[in-house]
């Protein structure tokens, strides 16, 4: 069974910690996507990857980045945590430049105190 | 700008009943569109996908959706819902290549006995 995996279901930091968020993906994509969901806003693009270390801007990257060292590995890094980055985290994958299905992890809710 | 409208917030409807759920879109070409299904507490999942050809697409679950490009809208309908049929439904559209996928806001969907 394919498999997006996102290392923690629910994560608690505190303001102006640096953060990671770990994907690993087991289908040989060769690309990635860091999505948020806030309710009423639906799903929001962060980051994604097109391969090995290449990254794109999506349409929130503020207090983002990210790192993609290993095909199967994209990490969402937030370098100071703020409350307002408290939210449910998506990690997708798809395969190849016209195959937009998307494979999504379970999520990872995090919290900011 | 693409962009997507899920009119409907919740839409609650008796278990057996027969459910339309509404998907406008924007985009300046030929869309791929999407409807993906996440239950509670879960990640995404594909229902379906349009590309090209036959507008009237089917998808896993019993789920069916048509594509009306006079409407730009791409409608998710099941003849009869089952109590596991509750959850939030998103629409989404993206273009060719690389283009990114945007999503809309989510619909709610209960089902009652």
């Known amino acids: 069974d394919v498999k997006v995996t996102q290392s923690s279901r629910y994560l608690v930091k505190r303001t102006g910690e640096k953060v990671f968020l770990e994907c690993v993906q087991d289908?040989?994509?060769?690309?990635m996507f860091w999505y948020r969901q806030d309710p009423g806003l639906g799903l929001r693009l962060i980051y994604f990857?097109?391969?090995?270390?290449?990254?794109e801007k999506g349409d929130i990257p503020e207090g983002y980045s990210v790192s993609r060292e290993k095909k199967e590995r994209f990490s969402l890094i937030l370098e100071s945590a703020s409350t307002n980055q408290t939210s449910m985290y998506l990690c997708?994958?798809?395969?190849?430049?016209?195959?937009?299905?998307?494979?999504f992890g379970s999520g990872t809710r995090l919290t900011v105190v | 700008a693409q962009s997507v409208t899920q009119p409907d917030i919740h839409i609650t409807v008796s278990e057996g009943a027969s459910l339309e759920l509404r998907c406008n879109y924007s985009?300046?070409?030929?869309?791929?569109l999407f409807w993906y299904v996440q239950s509670p507490g879960q990640g995404l999942q594909l229902l379906l996908k349009?590309?090209?050809?036959?507008?009237l697409v089917q998808g896993i679950k019993g789920f069916e959706a048509e594509f009306k490009r006079s409407q730009s809208s791409f409608n998710l309908r099941k003849p009869s819902v089952h109590w596991s049929d509750a959850a939030e439904y998103f629409c989404?559209?993206?273009?060719?290549?690389?283009?990114?996928?945007?999503f809309g806001t989510g619909t709610k969907l209960q089902v009652i006995p």
């Open positions: 990857s097109y391969d090995v270390k290449m990254k």
């Open positions: 985009y300046g070409a030929t869309p791929y």
């Open positions: 989404a559209v993206g273009g060719g290549g690389y283009q990114k996928v945007t």
């Open positions: 997708a994958s798809s395969s190849g430049q016209n195959s937009y299905g998307y494979t």
């Open positions: 289908m040989d994509h060769e690309n």
């Open positions: 349009y590309f090209s050809g036959d507008t």
